[in-house]
């Protein structure tokens, strides 16, 4: 898009510099997750906020408002609210003072980004640091509501699948945890809302995971996150087929199709392969014993891919289903007696190397968790799947799935503070908003907790960092680092 930030705003924005009271020098607003509707999980992974520093306060600024000549920004906002809100019924002064000061005079504090952060804690502070640009701070409120929640949602998601995983690795396959980045793969590009949406959701699932078709994700993280995918793995996938490609070699000769695949075009490595083009029972029963000798004599892995039906019911089996039928069996179990495989140290099959599976179609927790423990009651270890997360994780949520919201508590009039705050007697206690200036600690548990009605002083002692400071970047995180303290998080749950 090639629109001026200073636009990127919702439309009653506008009015607010207005609006304060006279003599008004300084707003305060932090930004918070209010209310879980997750109930797995009462806290959020912060992800995000450098990307915006990034994107938006520094290079969209820069390109879009300071480095244009005065009178064409002017010209064009002028424009833009005469036809909004009626001819000359928004002065431009400030805007015209904001492109004269050449930078962005805020001071954006926030928590370490992968930060575990529990409700009605926020994640970061922000405040103008010229009292003549007090209307700056709430005037991002939308741009930054906007652009933050859903990586932070996402990365919230992505990290509870990992925690799930862990858990059941820990369980049925022991202390070697390394297949677990790989077994949530991001399958959700082409759901999202959008290029920005995709991107950022499915660089947040990188946080937790290694596997992605989200190829852009990697790209993000390089440019914001400091990370490097020719010395460090960012993200990675394997060659894998589509539909297009299987029916085009014809239901006649699928099992042709199966072996071409497997023999020629991909004769090492891991190849995926869907399988439920026609009828995918038939691939487990038929074609995979007919192929045991070609998959086995392989350097790699064959993944199967079912893309239909009840996906627990597929992996696991269906309880309704003819007894000793495949249905009834489920999918592992039906591999297992082709290929075998080997007991793990906790004492639960897994599959031959050679062979494995991977379902990504309407995967959400709840299936995940009926699929590992599934597989766990009939005595299969977790690492014998791998799960596809699409859209319908990544994109079935709303900023209210964990209440974010972008509130003031504290201003000055005059050279005097004032504590402000919100709590609607309408409200269940959602709204109910913090008051005064913030501090984040840790309790004696090291969970963090925020302590309201501060004194500068406790503002300056607590979590919150500067991370911007009149136009400057002073926090520049890694990907590595932010995957660190995502692990730490992990370890604690351990």
């Given at each position: ?123 970061f ?10 209307w ?137 392969i869907?399988s ?11 074609f ?10 392989r ?43 080997t ?13 494995g ?54 201003g ?36 963090l ?46």
């Open positions: 898009m090639n629109i001026s930030p200073i636009l990127l705003k919702d439309g009653y924005k506008v009015g607010h510099k207005f609006q304060y009271p006279e003599g008004t020098t300084l707003v305060y607003s932090n930004l918070t997750p209010r209310k879980s509707r997750d109930g797995a999980m009462d806290a959020i992974v912060f992800f995000g906020l450098q990307y915006f520093v990034k994107e938006y306060l520094m290079h969209q600024f820069e390109e879009h408002f300071f480095s244009r000549p005065l009178q064409e920004v002017l010209a064009a906002y002028k424009q833009r609210m005469d036809n909004y809100l009626g001819k000359d019924s928004v002065p431009t002064d400030h805007i015209a003072a904001l492109h004269q000061l050449g930078y962005l005079p805020l001071h954006i504090k926030a928590l370490p980004e992968g930060s575990l952060v529990p409700m009605k804690v926020p994640v502070t922000i405040c103008n640091t010229r009292p003549e640009f007090f700056l701070t709430n005037m991002l409120e939308t741009l930054l509501s906007a652009i933050i929640w859903k990586p932070c949602t996402s990365a919230t998601t992505a990290f509870r699948y990992l925690r799930t995983f862990t858990q059941y690795a820990q369980h049925t396959v022991g202390s070697d945890h390394s297949f677990v980045p790989w077994q949530g793969h991001d399958f959700s590009f082409r759901g999202m809302g959008g290029i920005e949406d995709a991107v950022m959701s499915g660089a947040a699932h990188l946080l937790s995971f290694a596997g992605t078709d989200t190829i852009p994700a990697i790209d993000f993280l390089e440019q914001y996150y400091n990370a490097n995918a020719t010395q460090e793995l960012v993200g990675g996938s394997v060659p894998a087929t589509e539909h297009s490609v299987m029916c085009m070699g014809g239901e006649d000769d699928e099992l042709g199709t199966f072996r071409r695949l497997i023999d020629e075009v991909y004769p090492t490595g891991i190849v995926s869907v439920d083009t026609w009828d995918f029972w038939q691939v487990i029963t038929e995979l014993p007919a192929l045991k000798n070609d998959i086995l004599n350097n790699g892995k064959v993944v199967i891919r079912p893309d239909s039906g009840d996906p627990v019911k597929i992996v696991v089996g269906d309880p309704d289903a003819k007894p000793g039928s495949p249905e009834h069996k489920g999918a592992i179990a039906c591999m297992w007696e082709t290929f075998g495989g007991i793990t140290p906790q004492g639960y099959k897994l599959l031959d190397a050679h062979i599976l991977i379902y990504g179609d309407g995967i959400t927790p709840e299936r995940q968790l009926a699929i590992l423990e599934g597989l766990k009651q009939k005595g299969f270890a977790s690492y014998n799947v791998v799960l596809g997360l699409g859209s319908f994780t990544y994109e079935y949520v709303t900023r209210d799935t964990f209440g974010f919201a972008m509130k003031a508590t504290y000055e009039v005059n050279g005097v503070g004032k504590e402000i705050y919100k709590d609607p007697k309408t409200d269940d206690g959602t709204k109910k908003s913090a008051r005064g200036l913030l501090q984040v600690y840790r309790d004696n548990t090291g969970r907790a925020l302590k309201d009605q501060c004194t500068w002083q406790e503002e300056a002692a607590g979590e919150l960092k500067t991370v911007y400071l009149d136009g400057q970047l002073m926090v520049d995180d890694s990907l590595a680092t932010i995957r660190q303290r995502i692990h730490n998080h992990l370890m604690q749950d351990a």
